[in-house]
């Protein structure tokens, strides 16, 4: 339940105008949706275990919110449409410490100025009574029949504005809208029960569940049960809850990548980054996890009024709660990794290697000539053969696997015990640069340095990178206020030119400066399709990758695919 639902509630007070100018403007209210997140916002905060909407064209008819929460005297009934009428703060130190879902005493007003609005309302001990208002003017108040709780009726919607009420959208496009206001805020208090209606008909009813439960109620398209899991984090001053979904199981938009922060929807962007950083090994480009993040934070250290929807927020501990969601997420993403899971038999590479494995040097790095590709070449750190690749058959037992062979030039054919793997020879090449960079390395000076335009924003990023570059191999200077590239990197093959815009590029984007520089040297410099391997390097790559824990590329492919025995015998009709 929220705070609101376990405090009696306060009398309304109109507020004072000293503290209302320290509040941030209200949103107008602009559609059908605005109406309706500020009314549920009010049940919410009166503490409503039910919640009932019902619209009429999409709700520029009509929106009926129904609660069963405290309700409120004849007094606060009377003052709860003027403006700044609110029970959420009485001074400006009461913004410091909110809890409530609303706090500025605008939303009744603003919306009973565009439309006829009817409220009914009762505590649980009081008579139900009842005001009309149009266009913000008072037209009835007396009894009404009615049960405890609130009665929220808005008709008519800006039947006095007609330059807003012309840019409404059709009533199928508003009633979706609609829609999603209902189901964030649906998401965030998972323990109430809500129905929503369109024209009398039930089209969406989640009753009282766990978050997991909740959230594929409320994707029930999207999202399966089995699929989600619930984590938790904290640490000085907040606790996460945090429904990841499995890395198996993605999406190709961020829809299910949602932030709550005391159980408000928020765009944070650092908290979005923060998942999708935590799934970066699991998910190629173009890929987006399942992960909705709810952030409860003390009130002291997180500030709403900087939004009049409230839809932005800023935290005073941002940093420890981005690394504390990172590690939560990656320490459950282990699961998946291919050699955690068991059992061992069944996976590839799962054993240790017989022999020590050769040196594998990657100073040298195979490009291949367009002229002429369909020629062996020698993959970085090995020897070169002057012959086609070995395709006589079956080779020797090398370590725990059989190397059979290239196919299409690309995949990499290999048994091991009662499996087969085709391995991608290229994002297997680019993980183990990628990792040797990770490691760090020398670097290879420039006869000529290259010169960096940068910006104030790119020359502090440059200042704050210098040493993991510098950890890599990539030397920059600062000469006479300008930037100029002085080394590269040993491990790989780039022209100094191409490292220099991939830098500028990665300047606007310093969040990820260093993995997202080190998945780009390796793709540039890996082993690409179409190369011919000789045995011996085919070997040496698959080698290199055996030990690894989490089978996958820089941007989250599969290095390899594989298939049991009896997954082959069913193809081919075999029992």
Same mark, same amino acid.
């Given at each position: 339940m929220s705070e609101a639902a376990s405090s009696p509630p306060r009398s309304i007070e109109i507020l004072d105008p000293a503290v209302a100018?320290? &509040?941030?403007?209200?949103?107008? &209210?602009?559609?059908?949706?605005?109406?309706?997140?500020?009314?549920?916002?009010?049940?919410?905060?009166?503490?409503?275990?039910?919640?009932? !909407?019902?619209? &009429?064209?999409?709700?520029t008819e009509l929106i009926r919110v129904v609660d069963d929460g405290h309700g409120m005297s004849r007094t606060d009934l009377e003052r709860c449409y003027l403006p700044h009428a609110t029970s959420k703060i009485v001074t400006d130190d009461d913004l410091r410490r909110v809890r409530s879902l609303g706090f500025r005493g605008e939303a009744l007003s603003s919306i009973a100025t565009v439309s006829k609005l009817e409220i009914t309302s009762a505590p649980a001990d009081g008579v139900p009574r009842q005001i009309r208002i149009e266009g913000g003017r008072l037209v009835s108040n007396g009894p009404a029949a009615g049960a405890h709780g609130t009665r929220v009726a808005v008709g008519d919607l800006f039947y006095n504005v007609p330059a807003r009420k012309v840019f409404q959208k059709r009533s199928a496009s508003e009633f979706q809208v609609c829609r999603s206001v209902f189901v964030d805020r649906a998401l965030a208090f998972a323990d109430v029960a809500f129905r929503l209606r369109s024209g009398g008909e039930v089209r969406v009813f989640l009753p009282p569940d766990d978050l997991c439960g909740r959230i594929s109620s409320a994707y029930p398209n999207l999202l399966e049960p089995a699929l989600l899991h619930e984590l938790e984090a904290s640490g000085d001053g907040f606790r996460a809850r945090i429904v990841a979904g499995e890395p198996g199981s993605p999406r190709k938009d961020r829809k299910t990548l949602q932030v709550f922060v005391n159980r408000r929807r928020v765009w944070e962007y650092a908290l979005v980054q923060?998942?999708? @950083?935590?799934?970066?090994?699991y998910l190629h480009g173009g890929? @987006?996890? $399942?992960?909705? #993040?709810?952030?409860?934070?003390?009130?002291?250290?997180? =500030?709403?009024?900087?939004h009049p929807a409230k839809r932005e927020v800023r935290f005073r501990t941002l940093p420890e709660i981005h690394r504390r969601i990172v590690r939560a997420l990656a320490d459950y993403l282990r699961v998946f990794d291919r050699r955690a899971a068991p059992?061992?038999?069944a996976l590839p590479f799962a054993s240790a290697v017989a022999e020590p494995r050769p040196a594998f040097d990657l100073n040298r790095v195979y490009r291949? =000539?367009? $002229? $002429?590709?369909?020629?062996?070449?020698?993959v970085p750190g090995t020897p070169g053969s002057a012959g086609p690749p070995d395709r006589s058959g079956p080779a020797d037992e090398h370590g725990p696997f059989r190397y059979l062979g290239q196919i299409m030039d #690309?995949?990499? !054919?290999?048994?091991?015990a009662d499996r087969l793997y085709l391995v991608d020879q290229h994002a297997a090449h680019e993980r183990i640069i990628f990792d040797r960079l990770r490691n760090g390395g020398s670097g290879q000076e420039l006869?000529?340095? !290259?010169? #960096?335009?940068v910006d104030p924003q790119g020359h502090s990023v440059l200042q704050e990178k210098r040493g993991e570059l510098r950890r890599m191999g990539i030397e920059i200077e600062e000469r006479d206020g300008t930037w100029e590239l002085v080394t590269v990197p040993s491990l790989v093959s780039v022209e100094a030119d191409t490292l220099a815009s991939l830098l500028m590029d990665l300047l606007e984007r310093p969040a990820d400066f260093e993995r997202e520089l080190y998945a780009s040297l390796s793709c540039r410099s890996a082993v690409m399709d179409g190369a011919r391997l000789s045995t011996e390097d085919a070997q040496r790559i698959i080698t290199e990758v055996m030990d690894l824990r989490n089978a996958v590329c820089p941007h989250g492919r599969p290095i390899w695919i594989e298939w049991s025995r009896e997954q082959l015998y069913s193809l081919v009709g075999r029992t």
């Open positions: 100018r320290k &509040i941030a403007a209200g949103e107008v &209210i602009d559609r059908p949706a605005a109406v309706v997140r500020e009314l549920l916002e009010n049940s919410l905060d009166a503490g409503a275990s039910e919640v009932e !909407v019902d619209l &009429i064209g999409g709700g923060a998942m999708e @950083y935590a799934y970066r090994d890929l @987006y996890p $399942v992960a909705f #993040l709810f952030l409860d934070v003390d009130a002291e250290l997180v =500030d709403f009024n900087v059992p061992s038999h291949p =000539d367009p $002229v $002429v590709a369909d020629q062996d070449a020698s #690309l995949f990499l !054919v290999v048994e091991r006869l000529f340095p !290259v010169h #960096l335009e």
